[in-house]
């Protein structure tokens, strides 16, 4: 007798259930994610072979330009409850006699950029929401002998948290001098350790090291 075949169906894969998950987080992804804003001075850092990462909290980082200007970003902590960006604006505000609403600490707190405005701009800073604007008032933190605010943001940013790290991330270009008196301020705050970001160099590899 002549074996039986079976009819051989193609198997079918239904891709809907897939579609409409990756839909569903790519929307959640949309609503969620904050666009990184770009810093008030482009740096172009050195290079260097260390591949040692920079922490994500902990860290009060100076931003050098290569015209001098300084700007500053700290992080508010390791949790949701540390909350030290509104901290360290209402100790400023008190150095200089600039009382802060509540609504302005918040707008402090949430900025996601460096931040480089003299105490005096410091209000329409934060209650201006042009971008245009906001770029104009970042000039950059004085810290010339007369109005070293620099060395105020430094002591502030280590009183509220004391295990707070500085980190240098200057342009390639900016003059030694400038650099030097950044460093003289942090050591004056007693802060004598710091890290450096650079940007991190290929090492090549000479044909009679490989063949060792």
Known sequence: MPKIKLPTKSPHIDMTPMVDLFSVVLTFLMLTTTMRQPEPATVD????????????????????????????????????????????????????????????????????????????????????????????LQTGIPYDSLDNQLASWVLYCRQVNPKVNACLKGDSKTEYPVVKKILNILQDKNVNRFNLITNLEAVKIKDENTQK
């Open 45 to 136: 850092t050195p290079a260097s072979i260390s591949e040692k990462p920079t922490p994500d909290y902990n860290m009060m980082t100076l931003l050098i330009s290569k015209e001098g200007g300084v700007f500053l970003n700290v992080d508010n902590g390791g949790d949701t409850l540390s909350k030290f960006r509104p901290l360290i604006l209402a100790e400023m505000g008190k150095q200089y006699n600039i009382e802060f609403t509540e609504e302005e600490k918040r707008e402090f707190e949430k900025l996601p950029m460096s931040v480089g405005v003299p105490m005096d701009k410091m209000k329409e800073f934060l209650d201006t929401k042009e971008p245009a604007k906001r770029k104009l």
